[in-house]
């Protein structure tokens, strides 16, 4: 939908938006396709580290948006969510809406040793408590943590956005290739729209920097000279460089790698882009990425069109099905 469109649906004088640190780039591309200004977040700290944070427009009976990545640091964005929404609550907001493109957190899904916490869950719980009526992400590290939130949550797809930027590229002889089992349902769904097989790696995870692919499940990669790999976050890059290796073994002379949250720590994107078939990396804007970090290899593709169709449709109280992540 045009930005235009989306403008005439959203009334400037019934919300209010506004962004946290962590990625400013991306809330103002969301303001501006809804056509509503951004407000001033003032942010500080005191002499003993406390933060020390106030929004800069009322929001007294108003809608109220909050952008806020949990990206690095991550502990401090986080609190400065919680504060955000908390502040927003005492000044009697009707609706908070807690806008988390990037929920780093959604990779603690489960308890694999004892004695660990599923933060997934603790997070969704604190930001309840801490007064968001309504949360809407982008691409959750799995389905299960979109049932740790007790309040409406909307996990969006990034698979238009990456449907779109494909759509003129010659894809044939491409696989698609998932990094791990997890990841294999969505990487089906997007296979599927692009009308190309696909396979996933047998993934065991070592450590939080090292994997071990043991081998590759579904259709055969052999005869495939190009493979498109895709996964929803990447950080270290040790899981795209394992099966990077194997692709090129059984014979891939090209590989296109594709992720929703680039990370990217650790040197893991100037790790991947030294690998010669690696001939572009996809990310999109969900984590913010300084210029001085970025790589020619790498492209950066926006999704404050998909975050303001759906703050659209929600105002509006229509569905927002079709950019739902788990939907076909």
Do not use: W
Request: proline share 5%; with cysteine; charged share 25%.
């Amino acid at each position: 939908m045009e930005a235009g469109m989306i403008r005439r649906l959203v009334s400037a004088d019934e919300v209010r938006f506004f962004s946290g640190s962590s990625n400013k780039p991306l809330a103002a591309g969301i303001a501006a396709e809804l056509g509503v200004p951004l407000a001033e977040t003032h942010v500080k700290r005191f002499s003993n580290d406390n933060l020390y944070i106030q929004l800069g427009a009322s929001v007294r009976y108003r809608r109220v948006y909050i952008v806020q990545a949990l990206s690095d640091p991550v502990n401090d964005h986080l609190m400065e969510l919680l504060m955000m929404l908390d502040i927003a609550r005492d000044a009697a907001a009707s609706e908070i809406h807690a806008i988390i493109p990037y929920y780093s957190f959604g990779r603690s899904d489960k308890k694999d040793a004892p004695r660990i916490s599923i933060t997934a869950r603790l997070v969704a719980d604190l930001l309840k408590t801490a007064g968001a009526t309504h949360v809407m992400s982008m691409m959750f590290h799995s389905p299960q943590v979109h049932g740790f939130f007790r309040i409406p949550t909307d996990p969006l797809s990034s698979r238009p956005v990456f449907g779109k930027y494909l759509e003129n590229r010659d894809l044939s002889g491409t696989i698609i290739i998932s990094p791990d089992m997890g990841q294999a349902k969505s990487a089906a769904r997007f296979a599927k729209s692009l009308n190309l097989p696909v396979a996933a790696g047998n993934k065991e995870r070592v450590s939080d920097t090292e994997v071990r692919i043991s081998g590759l499940v579904g259709n055969q990669v052999k005869g495939h000279k190009r493979a498109l790999v895709y996964d929803d976050e990447i950080a270290t890059g040790g899981s795209i460089l394992e099966l990077s290796r194997l692709l090129i073994e059984e014979g891939v002379e090209e590989i296109l790698v594709m992720c929703t949250h680039g990370v990217f720590t650790r040197g893991g994107l100037e790790r991947l882009a030294d690998v010669p078939q690696i001939t572009e990396i996809v990310t999109t804007d969900t984590v913010y990425l300084p210029e001085e970090k970025r790589h020619p290899k790498l492209t950066i593709l926006p999704v404050a069109s998909i975050f303001a169709e759906s703050i659209r449709h929600n105002f509006n109280r229509e569905s927002i099905g079709d950019l739902f992540v788990f939907g076909e």
